[in-house]
């Protein structure tokens, strides 16, 4: 892929990947330099991944599966035209969607299946949960919440195009909504929490995150993401499993948050291994002066520089009592 002109991060954002990276910090500032891969996935509700392996290259693209357990997973090796990805015909049909293989991970690893009722706290633009709908063969139910009215357009947008059928949409802050079903005692059998984040697994799409990027947002951020996962783990139903992600490094945000679940519910929660295509690494015991739980090590952190994606973290969670 070819390099490109980065922005330059902030002094506190590279001592902090330093003490997160050790050795392999020079590796992952030379990845930010490189263009993500063209990602896709292929929407199983509208057509199968052989299919549309050859309707695309039928057009000339050079198309790759990069892991055989999931061929709905596609990467284009050949050079597009500046848009092309997103005005395709089949991409206009929602033959595929565009979305990073990193991002795809919390829905193989949250499994959802036909018939079960599952909650997207967090769903705009809405890859998450055209994900689960097409494991699900648009049966069961889906709750999909936005807060933003513009995004929650985005979202309605995005399910019509994919042929969703199975997710109800709903506009509410997160906690709010959490409390509103639990008070109604509504529980689902899988929740995703896809928090919102301080981005810096986006660095290599989007490097304006490293303007933005400061200590303060993520320490902001670490308090909103410890309510919404709270709230969200309390209408989990009885063996019900809950995927905690976010598209960011900061322990704060991540470990931090896995450390809380686990002291909040202790007997109620457990935390599980995860079973992903691609090769993660553990979540950290220790961050500045704090110390997390042993079982904080099944977290996983997905960086750049390991499998070429986008970086991100997930944990999953199952309620025990």
Not at 120 to 144: F, V, W
Not at 213 to 231: F, G, M, T
Request: with cysteine; charged share 35%.
């Amino acid at each position: 892929m070819t390099s490109k002109k980065i922005l330059e991060p902030k002094p506190l954002f590279v001592e902090r990947m330093q003490k997160l990276l050790g050795k392999d910090f020079g590796d992952y500032m030379e990845i930010l330099k490189k263009e993500p891969r063209r990602s896709i996935r292929c929407n199983k509700l509208k057509i199968s991944p052989e299919e549309l392996k050859k309707r695309l290259e039928e057009k000339g693209w050079k198309i790759k599966q990069p892991f055989k357990e999931h061929g709905e997973i596609m990467v284009i090796e050949s050079k597009l035209e500046p848009g092309e990805l997103g005005r395709s015909l089949e991409h206009l049909l929602g033959y595929y969607y565009i979305q990073e293989i990193a991002s795809m991970l919390p829905i193989i690893a949250l499994k959802p299946k036909p018939e079960e009722t599952v909650l997207d706290l967090c769903a705009a633009p809405g890859s998450k949960t055209t994900q689960m709908a097409a494991e699900m063969e648009n049966r069961g139910t889906i709750i999909s919440n936005e807060i933003s009215l513009r995004r929650m357009k985005i979202l309605a947008s995005n399910l019509e195009r994919s042929g969703v059928t199975n997710a109800i949409i709903t506009k509410k802050e997160g906690l709010a909504l959490c409390l509103k079903l639990k008070k109604a005692g509504f529980e689902f059998d899988k929740i995703l929490v896809d928090a919102p984040c301080s981005g810096e697994g986006t660095l290599r799409s989007s490097p304006k995150t490293y303007k933005m990027w400061n200590i303060h947002s993520v320490k902001k951020l670490s308090r909103i993401q410890k309510n919404l996962a709270e709230a969200a783990f309390e209408i989990l139903k009885k063996d019900g499993e809950m995927i905690y992600s976010t598209c960011t490094h900061s322990p704060e945000e991540n470990e931090e948050i896995v450390d809380f679940l686990l002291e909040k519910f202790g007997e109620n929660i457990k935390i599980e291994k995860i079973s992903i295509p691609i090769e993660p690494r553990k979540g950290i015991r220790k961050w500045e002066e704090k110390e997390y739980a042993e079982d904080v090590k099944f977290s996983c952190r997905v960086y750049p520089q390991d499998n070429d994606t986008e970086g991100f973290f997930l944990a999953k969670f199952r309620r025990i009592g």
